[in-house]
């Protein structure tokens, strides 16, 4: 594993997880939201697909996001897709807990400074809404997609709970001959 993708619904631990991946395997993490959103705006679709093809046109890459518009770029040039599929009580109950913590200040990050109560709760288009609304309208879509990128032999992690994500951790650290950070050495 060198190039890693993966997605889900919001607070799957898509970060977490890329972030431990990204420090064990000792490859660079980037968050597709961070290049999205600058303080400026977001990105057109040409620039955000410009960008996020730089990275993964290189030799080892962590990316996360839920940009399946970007699954040319991302996923098919992955050798591991995986698919955070979590149930959707426990995406609205973390989904909530987050939002709390960010707008209590407790975090910095691209969604946190965009958030208020109203994003968070209120609204017609709230974290909430929105999270229910897209698991409805994008999991069959995710589906086909996800099965395409397998046909073209990336492998696909599809892990349905945090203690399948744990377990499936796990076995991939006890995988012999996986390439580990602290003995891999990089020529630049």
């Known amino acids: 594993m060198r190039r890693v993708a993966l997605f889900g619904a919001p607070a799957t631990g ?3 997880l890329a972030r431990q991946l990204s420090a064990e395997l000792g490859e660079p993490h980037t968050d597709l ?3 999205l959103f ?25 990316v996360e996001g839920n940009f399946s518009k970007l699954a040319d770029i991302v996923w098919h040039r992955a050798d591991t897709l995986i698919w955070l599929d979590f149930p959707l009580p426990l995406i609205l109950y973390r989904i909530t807990r987050r939002s709390l913590h960010q ?3 407790r975090e910095d990050s691209s969604q946190a400074r965009r ?3 109203s994003t968070a709760f209120l609204t017609r ?29 990336v492998n696909v992690v599809r892990l349905r709970s ?5 377990r499936w951790q796990q076995r991939t650290a006890k995988t012999p001959g996986r390439p580990r950070a602290a003995r891999r050495s990089r020529t630049t």
Do not use: H, M
């Open 103 to 105: 707008l209590a200040g």
């Open 14 to 16: 898509k970060s977490t």
């Open 115 to 117: 958030l208020t109560w």
């Open 38 to 62: 600058t303080r400026q705006g977001a990105l057109s679709l040409d620039e955000f697909r410009r960008q996020t093809a730089a990275i993964t046109a290189t030799g080892g890459w962590i």
């Open 162 to 166: 945090p203690r399948q994500v744990q």
């Open 125 to 153: 288009r709230s974290l909430l809404r929105t999270a229910i609304r897209k698991r409805r309208a994008n999991r069959p879509r995710y589906a086909q997609q996800v099965a395409e990128t397998a046909a073209l032999g």
């Open 33 to 35: 939201d961070d290049i």
